[in-house]
């Protein structure tokens, strides 16, 4: 089975870098099964039904999101509406959406993707290690390939996590920070591991948000509105690749473009 997770999307230059790209990594590598970090599309901040259409024309089978998904009210109806559009299981349950998803594709097996939010350092919501436990246990009698989009700001949390749901998950993949990191490996029970895909949007900016008015934020400690950049526009992404019959990865291999 070859897994393809696009790092989070921010907003319309990431969408439009993704539009380009996108088909031809999955030619590329013969990918079955395509997820996608979501929870920035819509200018930054969350996403909306027409870029979650779009995402799903492009060949993305599921899309996860995290804290930001929150942001646009008119989210909780999309996220009640559709199924493979997630958001963290983690917050309380009251919360439209799912957490996590069993999907189908047919001849090729089932595939299981969970959303987790860590809570060092941001809200303090339900206990990620337990959701993931949960989900877990019940994802498992229907399929052994399983994913994890672990959406958090701390390396450490992340990595907890994913010494914790070693060997019982396929990959672990890490969101939120925007950040590529240079950790991509297969745990010795077959899990595979990166601490953060990275963002797929401007690079020109601070974690996606034009540099001046970031510079501000810190200097004058206020609320300056957030403003997206558009320039230097890069594609974070990883592919995965696990044995369809343990669900065990037998490579994982990072993929920016352009490169750094």
């Known amino acids: 089975m070859n897994i393809f997770f696009v790092g989070d999307i921010n907003g319309r230059p ?3 870098l993704v539009s380009s790209l996108l088909k031809q990594y999955i030619k ?19 996403i ?24 646009r009210w008119q989210a909780r109806s999309l996220l009640a509406s559709e199924r493979n559009l997630l958001r963290p299981l983690n917050y309380p349950k009251e919360n439209p959406g799912s957490g996590f998803v069993i999907y189908d594709l047919k ?5 299981g993707v969970i959303n987790i939010q860590g809570r060092t350092y941001m809200q303090p919501i339900d206990d990620p ?4 436990d949960w989900a877990i246990s019940r994802i498992v009698n229907e399929t052994k390939i399983i994913l994890i989009d672990m959406h958090a700001e701390a390396t450490a949390e ?15 993949v890490g969101t939120h920070t925007h950040i590529p990191t240079a950790d991509a490996r297969i745990l010795p029970k077959g899990t595979a591991y990166i601490t953060d895909v990275g963002m797929t949007g401007p690079y020109d900016s601070v974690i996606g948000m034009r540099k001046e008015i970031a510079i501000k934020r810190f200097q004058h400690q206020l609320p300056y509105k957030f403003e997206l950049a558009q320039h230097d526009v890069r594609f974070c992404a990883v592919y995965i690749q696990v ?14 473009f352009p490169g750094f």
């Open 14 to 16: 990431g969408l439009t």
């Open 28 to 46: 590329k590598y013969d990918i079955d099964f395509c997820v996608a970090n979501g929870e920035n599309v819509n200018e930054g901040k969350s």
């Open 48 to 71: 909306t039904e027409e870029e979650t259409k779009e995402l799903f024309a492009l060949g993305v089978h599921v899309i996860t999101s995290g804290n930001h998904v929150w942001d």
């Open 107 to 111: 001849e090729k097996g089932k595939v």
């Open 129 to 132: 290690f337990k959701a993931a």
């Open 158 to 172: 992340k990595m907890a996590l994913a010494w914790h749901v070693e060997g019982r998950v396929s990959a672990i």
């Open 243 to 256: 044995d369809a019959d343990t669900g065990k990865a037998t490579k994982i291999e990072q993929v920016i």
